[in-house]
């Protein structure tokens, strides 16, 4: 049996050179696969290389060994396949949020009047209607994370790479983003691979979560997560969620642990 | 009664600012009225208000405010403008080379604390009395401000903005149209402000030192004939183009990054 995989990191390492002090191995011996349209996490302590690794799968960053292919070919530089939703405000404070959704696409030659009609489905999508002509400055932090996901979407990536998108929103709208996300994933069919520190929204929302280890990053664990969908948030109180949530915290305890004391 | 009045001037409306600024005016006014019929009865030190209205008008009448004005505004009007333009052309190269930067930049530095104000009778002996003479002082004092904060402004771009732009595949000239200027371009116009200002000291000591007409010069003319009333009806017109250039500037730069207010 053959499973068509979109994503493909094969014995990716990643070294930092610091000047006047010890190299940086960020990121050992990394194969992840990544089936077409599934919602993958990575979860792991501070300092464990995955952000890096999210870096170098959309070509914003070199691996030092190993290759990233997307859809079969080897990754060396962002391209269309491939959005990323980044964990902080990165929308541009000057543009509305139209603009900002249709951005990417713009940056593409993707004239105005389409580039805005596609923009306006995505803020529909993310449940932004009505927003279009705000700036970022004048939403709420749920609301400008919906923006970046909708930025994200808007260029029609075949894979969306998320980066701890809702770290710095409160536990509440954390919540409902989630739910949000869950929706959008399934209505758009897209491919997700989500950086998240939080074990709970890993479990919930994907299919499989890969679980690193600390400095330097390498896979510790792979751990399909079998729970019934479509899921809601009462799901967070079902045994069999809690029991997976307290599997992974164990596999990563000590190395959270040992990041704290540093 | 008082109160209300006081709550009033507390607003943050256009009507309420506008009454701040009368309401200060109007207690100067006083004020010096006061010091004249009292105090100051030197008039060769100083006059009433109502003497120096009656000068403005007068030199309205006789076409010498005219002819004035258009000696300080053909130069300032084409000096200023200049000196932004190559104080952001300069501020772009620095920022655009740090090796650019490292050389010029104490060059800069250093010429910026020369005070080239007291370069004026040496600019009049190699350019003449008159126009050019005026352009060079006002320029030289004008583009320091625009291009450090030029410089300061593009390299202050969020680099959480500059990596979206790039995760979109972005070229470099994107980033810079779309993120590094849109973001260095309220610093720009700050530069701007604080360049008017100086602008305006640099055309009044150059009029004071090389010419014939203009503002500085007719102050310098009525100060040698202690006509004291048509001195200070120049200062206050030199003050009025100060203050106006101030607000515009302002204004413009609140414009270009409303959400740095909020």
């Keep these: 049996m053959t499973t068509d995989y979109i994503l493909e990191v094969a014995g990716v390492s990643k070294t930092f050179k610091r000047a006047g002090q010890a190299e940086l191995v960020a990121l050992r011996d990394i194969d992840i696969k990544v089936p077409r349209g599934a919602f993958i996490s990575i979860v792991g302590a501070s300092g464990s290389g995955k952000s890096t690794l999210l870096r170098i799968i959309d070509g914003l960053l070199p691996p030092t060994g190993g290759t990233v292919c997307v859809n079969g070919k080897v990754v060396t530089r962002p391209g269309p396949d491939r959005a990323v939703v980044f964990q902080n405000d990165s929308l541009l404070p000057w543009k509305t949020v139209i603009e900002n959704v249709a951005y990417g696409l713009t940056l593409a030659g993707v004239k105005w009047k389409e580039a805005s009609r596609t923009g306006r489905r995505f803020i529909e999508l993310a449940g932004l209607a009505g927003f279009e002509n705000h700036y970022p400055h004048q939403l709420s932090g749920g609301m400008r994370q919906r923006v970046n996901v909708a930025r994200g979407l808007a260029v029609d990536p075949d894979i969306l790479l998320l980066d701890e998108p809702f770290a710095a929103l409160d536990a509440q709208t954390r919540e409902i983003m989630q739910t949000e996300l869950l929706r959008i994933w399934q209505e758009s069919g897209k491919t997700v691979l989500l950086i998240t520190h939080q074990i709970d929204e890993a479990v919930f929302l994907s299919d499989e979560v890969i679980v690193f280890s600390a400095r330097p990053g390498t896979v510790r664990r792979r751990l399909p997560i079998p729970l019934p969908r479509p899921r809601d948030l009462d799901l967070k109180r079902a045994p069999q969620f809690v029991g997976l949530v307290d599997e992974i915290w164990k596999l990563i305890e000590q190395e959270v642990r040992a990041s704290a004391r540093t | ?262």
């Design chain 2, 1 to 262: 009664m008082w109160q209300r009045f006081y709550d009033y001037l507390n607003r943050d409306t256009r009507g309420a600012g506008l009454s701040r600024v009368l309401l200060s005016t109007a207690f100067i006014l006083l004020v010096w009225q006061l010091l004249t019929a009292t105090f100051v009865t030197n008039r060769m030190l100083l006059v009433p208000p109502l003497d120096v209205a009656e000068a403005f008008l007068e030199e309205v009448r006789t076409g010498a405010m005219w002819t004035n004005a258009v000696a300080t505004v053909t130069a300032v009007g084409t000096s200023f403008p200049a000196a932004v333009a190559i104080g952001v052309a300069i501020g772009l190269a620095l920022a655009s080379s740090r090796v650019l930067s490292l050389m010029g930049g104490p060059l800069l530095s250093a010429l910026n604390s020369v005070p080239i104000i007291a370069l004026a009778p040496l600019f009049v002996a190699w350019l003449g009395l008159g126009f050019s003479s005026k352009f060079v002082l006002v320029l030289l004092v004008a583009v320091f401000p625009v291009v450090v904060t030029t410089e300061a402004g593009l390299r202050a771009a969020d680099k959480n903005l500059i990596e979206a732009a790039r995760s979109f595949n972005a070229t470099s000239w994107q980033i810079f149209t779309t993120v590094t200027f849109p973001y260095a371009l309220p610093f720009i116009v700050s530069g701007v402000r604080v360049a008017w200002a100086r602008a305006l000291v640099g055309i009044v000591v150059a009029e004071f030192f090389g010419s014939f007409a203009g503002f500085g010069f007719a102050v310098m003319a009525a100060g040698q004939t202690f006509d004291t009333a048509t001195l200070l009806a120049y200062v206050i017109v030199l003050g009025a183009m100060g203050l106006f250039g101030s607000m515009v500037f302002q204004s413009v730069e609140e414009r270009l990054a409303p959400w740095r207010k909020e």
